[in-house]
């Protein structure tokens, strides 16, 4: 069974109510790109200094995410030191967080904080990033999510061919695993991803610029 979600890179509210109004109806999950400017180039929301409201609001349950009563929100967080901000983001009511290796100190505080929650975590690396660094927390989290790229936060990058090795590597090394892949997935990658190992299909722009995002991602789901 392929799991498929699509990706929101918001810079305001505005555009994640808009990106989630292009997929309620049959996507299931939502993942939200977060990022801080330091961990990747991209700033996003609420980092970026916009609607700072709306996040303080999604922190104490005055307001919530758009479509929430109908569709799941992962949390991708690109964001440098996770651990020490990943409590703030689970006050959210979000359902699953996927932070980097790369950008924490202490992954195992992340995990902790989400397990206290009853929230899912994943651990999610570059494709450059050796598999080993994640080895020690792989039988801790609910999936492993590899970046298509190491050329984070932005819709539309290309594949690496580095990713597809990455994959297969890690498929070998963790059968089991749910294993997820994030950047450059589209139409004419995803058969390929899903035959390296892949069951988890992250996917933004091949979706949500699509003519008809529903159709690309029924097609996702027929791989599987």
């Known amino acids: 069974m392929i799991q498929v979600v699509t990706t929101s890179i918001p810079f305001s509210k505005e555009e994640l109510e808009g990106d989630i109004n292009k997929v309620v109806g049959f996507a299931h999950t939502v993942q939200v790109d977060i ?9 996003t929301w609420p980092y970026n200094g916009k609607d700072q409201d709306f996040f303080e609001s999604l922190k104490v349950e005055g307001a919530g995410w758009p479509h929430w009563q109908e569709v799941d929100i992962e949390l991708h967080l690109m964001v440098v030191n996770s651990e ?10 979000v359902s699953s967080v996927v932070a980097h290796i790369e950008a924490s100190n ?13 929230v899912s975590v994943g651990i999610a690396l570059k494709p450059s990033t050796q598999i080993e660094k994640i080895a020690p927390f792989v039988s801790k989290v609910d999936f492993i999510q590899c970046m298509g790229s190491d050329l984070l936060g932005e819709h539309g990058v290309e594949l690496e ?3 597809l090795e990455r994959i297969k590597e890690l498929r070998i090394k963790y059968p089991e695993v749910i294993i997820g892949v994030d950047i450059g997935v589209n139409t004419e990658t995803a058969e390929t991803l899903v035959s390296a190992g892949a069951n988890k299909l992250i996917s933004g722009s091949a979706i949500l610029n699509s003519a008809n995002p529903k159709e690309v991602f029924e097609y996702f789901q027929s791989l599987g």
């Open 106 to 118: 202490d992954f195992q505080k992340v995990i902790d904080a989400c397990r206290e929650a009853n």
């Open 84 to 93: 020490e901000v990943v409590d703030e983001w689970l006050k959210t009511g």
């Open 161 to 163: 061919d580095k990713a």
């Open 35 to 43: 990022s801080d400017g330091i961990f990747t180039k991209v700033l």
